[in-house]
């Protein structure tokens, strides 16, 4: 079993940087693939960034964030990050960590965060 906690979610302007935190406890997250999802109001929820359990921890961007934010793992600390720059107003939304895979398919993935809210004022 695995408790996902998100932190670090906020308010800031268009063009600045926030950074998203994913304690796990249970189980260590060098064990499982790690990704973020968001949801905006009266949207679907969708694949963020991800990460993979192995030694290289291989990621993969959806295309709207790709180049903007950095997913990064810090295995001592159980820990997933998501380094977010370049905030645009769309980017505004409950972000949400998960575990269990390294896919863009969130029914792939077994353990789900409680979200953090982040809104980018324009």
């Known amino acids: 079993q695995v408790q996902l906690v998100e932190s670090g979610g906020g308010l800031v302007q268009a063009g600045g940087s926030l950074r998203l935190s994913c304690a796990a406890a249970?189980?260590?997250?060098?064990?499982?693939?790690m990704g973020w999802f968001r949801q905006a109001p009266g949207k679907e929820r969708e694949f963020v960034a991800a990460?993979?359990?192995?030694?290289?921890?291989?990621?993969q961007y959806a295309d709207s964030v790709k180049g903007r934010f950095t997913i990064s793992r810090d295995t001592a600390k159980n820990t997933v990050y998501l380094q977010m720059n370049s905030l645009k107003p769309e980017d505004t939304a409950v972000y949400y960590c998960?575990?269990?895979?390294?896919?863009?398919?969130?029914?792939?993935?077994?353990?789900w965060g409680q979200g953090t809210q982040v809104t980018v004022s324009s």
């Open positions: 249970g189980r260590t997250v060098n064990k499982y693939g």
């Open positions: 998960a575990a269990g895979s390294s896919s863009y398919r969130q029914e792939e993935y077994d353990y």
């Open positions: 990460i993979s359990w192995s030694f290289l921890g291989t990621t």
